[in-house]
């Protein structure tokens, strides 16, 4: 997958489209809900991990340089709004990483994460895309509103699937770990389950994974952040943040700004990929019309001290940089 361009056009067709039908943005979940009783919800076909072999981010003529980035979002309870926001942002998620050259060619997925102890759908996990399918991809996703109560959801099934269930060129030819977005405020489980991955996904495993091991395979391909949003049930019990800190040390984003969520992803991208400082990052937020750049700032503050980054003068022209930008990177240590 990962063919095609993105069009803000052919968003804003889509997005004035569905306004001048009284739709949402979330069709599927709209449907479902009309018309099926909650105990026969399912996830969409496309997005059902059960029997997938690979979701694949792939180079192609259009896309030299791929660069895998997925983002899975706890859709539970409190947390069913985040896709919404998601949606509504993806031209300022895009305008920043393709037109301020923090990634030449993104290719992206989304997913939802809820609870294997009792969801009807408790993984959804799409395709690796560069067009605007992902934003057809959004919506379909399941916003089941589901959760067991027990400050914990099912992450660890989520970091299984993208731990052995992902081939990408970015990373199996440049040796570039893709990028993993978990966004959730609870807990994963200690273990994964192997009961719960043989129905969900379908593997025929029967030993149940130690988190920690599950973890060490997740960062052998991807750098993951854990982005915890303010506002959410238990955003502020101390061991949301000490849990996810064991995991993923400063790359837990504490997002105080629900509505900043697309722009805190993209300038992180734009920091792990030396495009950029913070203080870049934050301008150009500004130039695409943001007003989150005090949130952003709060935010990724931690992950910005001490990262090393290109000054963007010195981008070549194969990762972003125009004629005018050439020559050969400067950096310097924030």
């Known amino acids: ?29 709209d449907d479902v809900s009309a018309k099926a009783p909650r105990s026969s919800w399912k996830a969409h076909p496309s997005l059902d991990p ?56 993104p ?18 996990v799409g395709q690796f895309e560069s067009d605007n399918r992902m934003d057809t991809q959004l919506g379909d996703i399941l916003l089941e509103g589901g959760g067991g109560g027990q400050m914990m959801e099912s992450y660890e099934l989520a970091m299984y699937f ?10 199996d030819k440049r040796g570039r770990r ?6 959730g405020d609870e807990l994963a489980y200690p273990v994964v389950k ?23 395979e997740l960062k052998a391909k991807f750098e993951v952040f854990h982005i915890v949003p303010a506002g959410a049930y238990h955003a502020k019990d101390t061991r949301l943040e000490e849990f996810w800190r064991s995991l993923f040390g400063q ?9 900043a969520v697309s722009e805190t992803i993209a300038v992180t991208i734009g920091l792990a990929e030396e495009a950029i400082d913070l203080a870049q990052g934050l301008a150009d937020l500004g130039d ?18 001490g990262r090393t980054v290109a000054v963007r003068g010195g981008l070549p022209a194969d990762l972003g940089g125009g004629d005018d930008e050439a020559g050969p990177a400067r950096t310097r240590r924030l």
């Open 107 to 124: 290719q992206i997925m989304f997913g939802g994460i809820g609870d294997a102890t009792c969801d009807r759908a408790p993984l959804q």
């Open 194 to 216: 192997a009961k719960e991955v043989r129905a969900v996904i379908g593997d025929d495993i029967h030993d149940d994974i130690p988190l920690a091991q599950i973890v060490a």
């Open 1 to 29: 997958m990962g063919s095609g361009h993105w069009s803000t056009d052919v968003y804003g067709a889509a997005r004035a489209y569905r306004a001048s039908t009284g739709a949402s943005a979330f069709g599927y979940t």
């Open 288 to 305: 695409v019309g943001s007003s989150a750049g005090e949130a952003v700032s709060k935010a990724l503050a931690p992950i910005a001290r």
């Open 50 to 105: 059960k029997g997938v072999g690979v979701r694949e981010s792939r180079d192609s003529d259009e896309h030299p340089l791929s660069q895998a980035v997925a983002v899975l979002f706890d859709v539970t309870g409190s947390m069913g709004h985040i896709p919404r926001g998601l949606q509504a942002k993806l031209p300022e998620l895009f305008g920043l990483l393709l037109r301020k050259g923090y990634l030449a060619h």
């Open 251 to 259: 790359n837990v984003i504490m997002l105080e700004d629900l509505d």
């Open 162 to 171: 993208m731990a052995r269930h992902t081939a990408m060129d970015c990373l």
């Open 178 to 183: 893709g990028y993993l977005f978990l966004m």
